[in-house]
């Protein structure tokens, strides 16, 4: 429940917190003056009788002392085994929800292989065809109706390249993507787009660096991540700008950011552990249950995984989902080695589940929501779903040895 | 960036420090003393940095000090301003919407005593459960909802006089099922 007071007060804090000043440039040596300053009158942080503890990730830190009695322990829900048997029967996703699994061409008329990006209203594939492995040469609408491809642009491809076009975003009437490469030394990302009515392909926006996590397209900007923050520009070009406080974060799902925003798998590592809002400034924490593994959080889910490094003594540990607050804490069986769940929950509530690890048949979802197990019905070979990079588009492409499947999570119940 | 204990602590201090002075900013509510009570969480954030480092959450370690440093008797400069610079400016970077922002709201957080400021920064600000406000600043999960209730029961009395006698227990009932 939320009124209006509540409200009031998210939208006081979070505005006043902008007005804080900036940080001064000698913080640093000020801290270390004033720190070696008190070692020298020999005074240690404990001493001054400040009682820390630590949460997350069901760990209780050190307390140094305290003033006020009891103080609770951690208490976010355990676990909830789920067993096999507890699971029903899975739901066929074709049957139930037809829309929601499609079949789609392979290749463009011209028998060249189609990467698809996007399947736009009136039944208009967008894709990308390359040139060699990974080096998208050129983009192409293909009008499913009316079985005919044009070309939308020729993507340009600067000398020194690194990275080929990468992740492109459909949105505003452009297609965009990103691209980077090295000259003088210097690595350069670029953001480029061409209309989808076709058009020339032209440089949005460029900075310093070799990559970009995540890009996509927000009413007139595009908005990315890269290793310095997160930047937005305008749809139309320009400079881009950095948006404050966002060192460190990644794109979780727009316009929710997170941090830590890298990959993880060490023991307890926690990845968006803390997600922010930049619409709203409102932060939210993660309190996860004990586990033996790492984790991925989305903004309300979190699933956890194995950790490199740790013995599981010949078995390895389950699949671990819960919410971001602590609540509804579970565990989802797995026979053999537990595939992708790295991914995490795709679509808000999707999670891609192999309940038979490496022998799994069909790409099977476990519903977060309501802990159905969904059968997408589309036949695995080795592949598995990956988080895909903007986790509120609905349409995921999967690419096999039997074609292309558009899945759209949109249109499942 | 995978490895956690490579990021060294200035690393962390460079990338943290501003987020960590708006939120020292909004538990004092003026400039002065949040950047102080920044300067002692780094201090010692300093000095453990090995253990914090292990417990994988410097972020976390440093937001607890300051919550409890702010409330204890700690304050290493008496001053008059309680109520600060009111933020008058807005924050208008391109694209981000304005939150709801109210000034009187924020002159009236001034009046409140700091614990009853923490836990409604750390629940509205911090968006943290009661449990979490809890063991960061060492009290009992029934004193955050008691400090809460009264703290929002003040506010809305000088917020808005009309609503006064609406606060009572379904406003801290209804902060659990949030």
């Known amino acids: ?80 085994p789920v067993a096999r048997a507890d699971l029903a029967d899975a739901v066929k996703v074709r049957e139930r929800w037809p ?31 390359e040139s060699s492995l990974q080096r998208p040469d050129r983009l192409w609408s293909y009008d499913l109706g009316a079985r005919r491809a044009k070309v939308i642009t020729n993507i340009v491809i600067p000398g020194g390249s690194k990275i ?21 030394g210097r690595d350069t990302v670029e953001i480029w787009g061409a209309p989808v009515a076709g058009g020339t392909a032209h440089k949005i926006a460029g900075m310093p660096g070799a990559e970009v996590s995540t890009l996509l397209v927000d009413g007139d900007d595009i908005v990315w991540a890269a290793s310095g923050g997160v930047y937005r520009a305008p749809l139309t070009g320009g400079a881009p700008a950095k948006i404050p406080g966002t060192e460190g974060f990644g794109i979780v799902s727009w316009p929710w950011i997170g941090s830590p925003a890298s990959h ?16 709203t400034g409102e932060r939210r924490g993660a309190r996860l249950a004990p586990f033996k593994g790492a984790w991925t959080c989305g903004v309300t889910w979190c699933v956890g995984g194995s950790a490199t490094g740790v013995r599981y003594k010949g078995e390895m540990p389950p699949i671990a989902v819960q919410r971001r607050d602590g609540k509804a804490g579970r565990t989802l069986p797995v026979e053999g080695n537990v595939l992708a769940p790295g991914a995490g929950v795709v679509y808000g509530r999707f999670l891609p589940y192999y309940p038979d690890g490496p022998k799994t048949e069909t790409h099977i979802l476990y519903d977060v929501q309501n802990g159905t197990v969904l059968d997408t019905g589309i036949r695995r070979h080795d592949e598995v779903i990956g988080g895909p990079k ?9 690419t096999n040895k039997d074609g292309t499947t558009l899945l759209d999570f949109s249109k499942i119940g | 960036m995978d490895d956690d204990d490579g990021v060294g602590y200035e690393e962390f201090v460079a990338s943290r420090a501003q987020a960590l002075l708006r939120y020292g900013f909004v538990l004092t509510g003026n400039a002065d003393d949040a950047a102080d009570l920044l300067q002692e969480g780094l201090i010692r954030l ?7 480092l292990n417990k994988r959450d410097p972020e976390g370690y440093v937001r607890t000090i300051m919550a409890r440093q702010h409330i204890s008797m700690w304050r290493r400069r008496r001053r008059e301003h309680l109520m600060g610079s009111v933020p008058e400016r807005h924050y208008d970077d391109r694209g981000l919407e304005r939150a709801e922002h109210d000034p009187r709201l924020w002159e009236a957080l001034a009046t409140l005593p700091r614990r009853q400021r923490a836990v409604l920064v750390l629940r509205y600000y911090e968006d943290l459960p009661d449990e979490d406000i809890a063991r960061m600043l ?37 902060h659990s099922d949030r």
């Open chain 1, 164 to 184: 080929f076009a990468s992740d492109f975003a459909v949105g505003g009437g452009q297609v965009v993507w990103w691209l980077s490469y090295r000259a003088d």
């Open chain 2, 138 to 174: 060492g009290i009992s999960r029934g004193t955050v909802r008691s400090q809460a209730a009264r703290a929002l029961g003040k506010l809305r009395a000088d917020w808005r006089p009309a609503a006064a006698q609406t606060v009572g227990e379904h406003m801290v009932g209804g």
């Open chain 1, 264 to 279: 993880g798998d060490k023991l307890g590592y926690v990845r968006y552990r803390t997600i922010k809002n930049v619409r």
């Open chain 2, 46 to 52: 300093r000095g453990a940095w090995g253990r914090v």
């Open chain 1, 99 to 129: 829309d929601a699994v499609r079949k789609l061409p392979a290749r463009l008329p011209n028998g060249s292989v189609l990467r698809p990006v996007a399947l736009l209203d009136g039944d208009v594939l967008v894709g990308a065809t």
């Open chain 1, 390 to 398: 903007n986790r509120q588009n609905p349409q995921y492409f999967l």
């Open chain 1, 1 to 80: 429940m939320t009124d209006d007071l509540d409200r009031a007060l998210r939208g006081t804090l979070a505005t006043a917190a902008q007005e804080a000043p900036s940080v001064r440039p000698e913080l640093l040596d000020r801290v270390e003056a004033v720190r070696r300053g008190r070692r020298r009158r020999r005074m240690s942080a404990a001493a001054l009788g400040t009682a820390v503890v630590l949460g997350g990730a069901g760990v209780v830190g050190t307390q140094l002392g305290s003033g006020d009695g009891a103080v609770p322990v951690a208490a976010a829900g355990a676990l909830k």
